[in-house]
């Protein structure tokens, strides 16, 4: 099943997609998609109801994130070994685990807006999860029972503030807009393997990113067991899962993102994004 939020923003509404393409209206049924709403047990039960029962949306409105808001926004960085390489970085013995500020979170096709002082905006699409049970010192071989579903995401990134500014990367990640997430939250029955997943990102209509979640160094299942180990995630908690080669940084001279630009990124099977830099 695949669950969105439709309205303009600060008034979406939660829904679903039906076979047919159809947008309809959750609201009868949950308040929001966030917290509690997204956890495993109640996206199941969303998934069991009749879409033909619920009434049917109206096409043409904007599509917000994926969730309203989140307990915390967790980001593996330099988890493919040709992004460590085109960075100059050796490869992680684990998982490097930084976060974004929440407040980052925006919708699929919302404005990239260039943050006061940019020299270095870049893209990085990202295979995204949702926590969906309590999670403390879980082992790899049960990690994927506490996934609720997955979304294609965009780790935006000003390089000059991550790099140079000194300080954590979370400088460089946390702007407003910063944090697209969806269009869709994917439930694991339509993602049997995260593990075999094209991830793509043109700019400007010109092939950037071009890979696979299969050249992951840590997959999924390692990143939820190693973060459990450090911290209890909590419902609604999201984790993005690190970027392939192909970033604005790892070229000479860095094609960094202008005004006006259009940057596209899609995971597949999950849904794509279209995002202007403004």
Not at 237 to 263: A, F, H, K, N, R
């Amino acid at each position: 099943m695949k669950f969105l939020r439709y309205g303009p923003k600060g008034q979406e509404i939660p829904a679903l997609l039906d076979a047919s393409g159809g947008i309809r209206d959750l609201s009868g049924h949950v308040d929001d998609l966030a917290g509690e709403t997204v956890s495993v047990e109640s996206l199941n039960r969303l998934s069991k109801l009749d879409p033909a029962t619920l009434p049917l949306l109206p096409e043409g409105a904007r599509i917000g994130a994926c969730v309203a808001d989140t307990p915390n926004f967790i980001c593996i960085g330099l988890n493919y070994a040709k992004h460590a390489a085109e960075a100059n970085l050796p490869l992680p013995v684990e998982p490097v685990i930084f976060s974004k500020a929440t407040s980052a979170l925006s919708g699929p096709s919302d404005n990239i807006v260039l943050p006061q002082g940019s020299i270095g905006l870049d893209w990085e699409v990202e295979l995204g999860f949702v926590i969906g049970r309590p999670c403390s010192n879980v082992s790899e071989e049960d990690a994927l029972d506490y996934v609720s579903g997955y979304f294609t995401s965009n780790d935006v990134s000003e390089r000059d503030f991550q790099m140079n500014r000194g300080g954590q990367w979370i400088k460089g990640k946390s702007a407003p807009t910063f944090g697209p997430v969806g269009p869709y939250l994917v439930t694991p029955d339509e993602v049997p393997n995260p593990q075999n997943l094209k991830v793509t990102t043109k700019v400007n209509g010109k092939v950037m990113q071009n890979s696979n979640t299969s050249d992951m160094i840590f997959n999924v299942r390692s990143i939820i067991a190693t973060l459990s180990r450090y911290m209890d995630l909590r419902v609604g908690d999201l984790v993005i899962t690190g970027t392939p080669e192909g970033v604005g940084l790892g070229m000479t001279p860095p094609p960094y993102l202008q005004s006006g630009d259009v940057v596209e990124v899609e995971v597949q099977g999950l849904g794509a994004q279209h995002s202007t830099v403004s």
